[in-house]
C-alpha cells in the first residue's frame, strides 16, 4: 500500500481480555516502531525493529505487552490480560533509511472497559 | 543517549502572531532532528528535518527551524499563525550507528492553540 495500514481502527475490549494489533508498514522499510498515545500524553516509546537486528524492547510497560515482526514486513503487537490503563491509541511508524523519515498509521484506538 | 525536551506543553497565539515551539536536544554524537505535527485524530505527519546540511530547515506549511549546536536547540518558527495551525507538535532526534539510522526520540510534544 501507499502508506502505513493499521488495524483494527478501534477495539473495545474487556478487561483481562487478550488483544492484537497490527501494522503493514510501507514496502521496503526496514525499521517500524510502536508507540503508544494516551489522553494528555506525548508519545510513549514501546518497541522498534531495524531489519534483522534484535528489537529494542525497552519501552515496553510489562511482560504483558508483547510484538512481533515476521517476515521483515507485517508487525502484531500483543496485549495479554488487558488493564484499563492499557486504554489508549497505538501508533505503528515505519522508517524510509534513506532520508530518516518516520511514517506513521492512523494508530489503532484501544478502550479496556 | 539521546533526548529531546520540548519546552511549553501548550502554547497559544493569535491570528496573524508569531509562533515559536521550542526544543532542546541532548546528543553525544551528530544529530538529525525533525519536527513532526498531528491534527486531531490523525497521525503524526513530518514538517521539516534536519539532517547535517544547511542549519535553517524551512518545511511545510510555512514553517521553518533552525539548528544551533552551541545552544543544542532546534525551534520551529513561522512568521505568521493560521487557525489551522492549532495541532500538537512534537521534536525528535535521532542518529547514525554505522550505516544505519538509530532509534527516535521523541520529546512530550507541544499543543498550539490559535486564538481569532
Known amino acids: 500500500g501507499a502508506g502505513v495500514s493499521q488495524s483494527p481502527s478501534n477495539k473495545v475490549t474487556e478487561k483481562g481480555k487478550d488483544v492484537e494489533l497490527r501494522c503493514d508498514p510501507i514496502s521496503g522499510h526496514t525499521a517500524l516502531y510502536w508507540y503508544r498515545q494516551s489522553l494528555g500524553q506525548g508519545l510513549e516509546f514501546l518497541i522498534y525493529?531495524?531489519?534483522?537486528?534484535?528489537?529494542?524492547k525497552s519501552g515496553l510497560p510489562s511482560d504483558r505487552f508483547s510484538a512481533e515482526r515476521t517476515g521483515g514486513s507485517v508487525s502484531t503487537l500483543t496485549i495479554q490480560r488487558t488493564q484499563q490503563e492499557d486504554s489508549a491509541v497505538y501508533l505503528c511508524?515505519?522508517?524510509?533509511?534513506?532520508?530518516?523519515?518516520?511514517?506513521f498509521g492512523e494508530g489503532s484506538r484501544l478502550t479496556v472497559l | 543517549a539521546q533526548s529531546v525536551t520540548q519546552l511549553g506543553s501548550h502554547v497559544s497565539v493569535s491570528e496573524g502572531a508569531l509562533v515559536l515551539l521550542r526544543c532542546n536536544y541532548s546528543?553525544?554524537?551528530?544529530?538529525?532532528l525533525f519536527w513532526y505535527v498531528q491534527y486531531p485524530n490523525q497521525g503524526l505527519q513530518l514538517l521539516l528535518k534536519y539532517t547535517s546540511a544547511a542549519t535553517l530547515v524551512k518545511g511545510i506549511n510555512g514553517f521553518e527551524a533552525e539548528f544551533k549546536k552551541s545552544e543544542t536547540s532546534f525551534h520551529l518558527t513561522k512568521p505568521s499563525a493560521h487557525m489551522s495551525d492549532a495541532a500538537e507538535y512534537f521534536c525528535?532526534?535521532?542518529?547514525?550507528?554505522?550505516?544505519?539510522?538509530?532509534?527516535?526520540?521523541f520529546g512530550r510534544g507541544t499543543q498550539l492553540t490559535v486564538w481569532p
Open positions: 525528535a532526534v535521532s542518529s547514525y550507528r554505522g550505516s544505519t539510522l538509530g532509534r527516535l526520540y
Open positions: 525493529f531495524q531489519g534483522n537486528s534484535a528489537p529494542d
Open positions: 511508524a515505519s522508517r524510509d533509511q534513506n532520508t530518516g523519515e518516520l511514517f
Open positions: 546528543s553525544s554524537v551528530p544529530p538529525y
